[in-house]
């Protein structure tokens, strides 16, 4: 340890040795002197921690003998850890709000599109939409974008659990567990029942067919607005044929 500076004092003063840390005074009485004061001291940085030295006492004992002698006693009174700036900075937003802006966003585009198709399935702008590309390249760039956040190194192995290399109930579960993941399978889901509805669209506009409660359904339960769509089908081609019969 480097001391800041030594004590040189008069010849009639104390003379301390700052190498050896040791002081001999000369003094015109015998009796024995106890003293104690603080030399300052640079800090010390040690395998990732900062000594701190607040000071050393020096403590003077006198003898006929040995004379005066000083000890000086560092003392150590805490370390401080050094933590070095890591590389990694925070994102601006948490997964679990990128999970819950991107969920609220992908409901909120496709709500449009069923709203025309249910109530105002003539219009103009209904049928330019449905021609229109625009809300599946969105969805899908999101839901690559989510996916891509929530993609992990056991991801696959989770998806082909068994021998097979078939996914199981358990793996999927776990997957889905995570927020970022069940955010991308539900923008997934949005594009996937908007096709569906759009075709069941088509099919009512081209055949003549009631098709807003099938698209209806087609927006949370997408394979019952199916099935409706071809019962709604079938029935009105039977209802047709009756009629014509009916009228030869």
């Known amino acids: 340890m480097a001391f800041s500076s030594c004590l040189c004092q008069s010849p009639l003063s104390p003379k301390i040795d700052c190498g050896k840390k040791i002081v001999r005074p000369w003094s015109s009485d015998g009796r024995k002197q106890r003293f104690t004061f603080s030399l300052g001291s640079n800090s010390t940085e040690l395998v990732g921690q900062q000594l701190v030295t607040v000071g050393a006492h020096l403590h003077k004992h006198w003898s006929f003998v040995g004379g005066s002698r000083v000890t000086v006693r560092p003392e150590l009174e805490r370390s401080i850890p050094l933590r070095k700036s890591s590389g990694v900075y925070a994102s601006w937003l948490s997964t679990s709000q990128i999970a819950s802006t991107a969920f609220t966003l992908g409901t909120t585009a496709v709500l449009p599109f069923y709203t025309l198709m249910v109530l105002a399935p003539k219009a103009e702008l209904t049928k330019i939409s449905m021609e229109s590309s625009i809300p599946y390249i969105v969805l899908g760039i999101l839901y690559a974008y989510l996916l891509y956040l929530s993609w992990t190194p056991e991801t696959l192995q989770l998806i082909f659990a068994s021998k097979y290399w078939l996914p199981e109930l358990p793996g999927m579960v776990r997957m889905f567990s995570n927020e970022m993941t069940l955010a991308s399978a539900w923008i997934h889901l949005l594009a996937v029942d908007l096709f569906a509805a759009r075709q069941v669209f088509r099919d009512g506009q ?42 030869h």
Do not use: D, Q, W
């Open 206 to 247: 081209e055949n003549e067919i009631e098709t807003r409660h099938s698209v209806s359904l087609c927006l949370f339960f997408c394979p019952i607005g199916i099935v409706t769509h071809v019962i709604t089908k079938a029935l009105t081609r039977s209802a047709g044929s009756s009629s014509t019969r009916n009228m």
